[in-house]
């Protein structure tokens, strides 16, 4: 049986995703009281007034990874200066395997033990894991009152600093 994570976690952690009622795509998105658009883009019918779904997961895969380097170089007092993440997505078909490609730039006094174990911690991001291993989805419908909005527990935070205690 698979490890889930509480009702309260996911709750305290949800991201709100509405309609704008403005084209046939559009969405706002909250995020702990930041507010963003999402939408196709004009060539699929949307407006292109902001990222794709597909966008926004190589985001969040660049970020965490991102993150995550930080996180650790800090931790050992290394010499990281700068990360930057680039990040694609590809499938050829919609039953076909999803490819993320992460190139990853450092720049700082790193000797050559320290980039590959940057490497390595990469991979250990709770994102790229999270990709890696697939995810179970449950979907239920709720009246409308139940909708909510709320502060987030800082889950990301805990598999990050997890990750980094691992290496």
């Not at 909250?30 to 507010?35: K, N």
């Not at 930080?70 to 395997?97: N, Q």
């Not at 940057?118 to 991979?123: M, S």
């Amino acid at each position: 049986m698979p490890e889930t994570t509480s009702t309260a976690d996911l709750d305290l952690d949800a991201i709100q995703v509405r309609e704008t009622g403005v084209g046939l795509f559009q969405v706002e998105i909250q995020a702990r009281g930041a507010r963003f658009l999402a939408d196709e883009p004009v060539g699929f019918g949307g407006m292109g007034s902001g990222p794709d779904p597909y966008d926004l997961l190589a985001a969040a895969l660049g970020a965490c990874t991102t993150m995550t380097l930080r996180l650790y170089a800090r931790r050992k007092a290394w010499p990281l200066e700068e990360v930057s993440v680039r990040v694609s997505h590809a499938r050829d078909s919609l039953t076909a395997r999803d490819a993320f490609n992460r190139e990853i730039t450092v720049t700082g006094a790193l000797d050559e033990a320290q980039r590959v174990r940057l490497g390595e911690i990469a991979d250990r991001c709770p994102v790229h894991q999270t990709l890696a291993r697939g995810a179970d989805v449950v979907t239920r419908f709720v009246a409308p009152a139940a909708l909510g909005e709320n502060g987030g527990t800082g889950l990301h935070m805990r598999h990050m600093s997890e990750a980094c205690e691992q290496g």
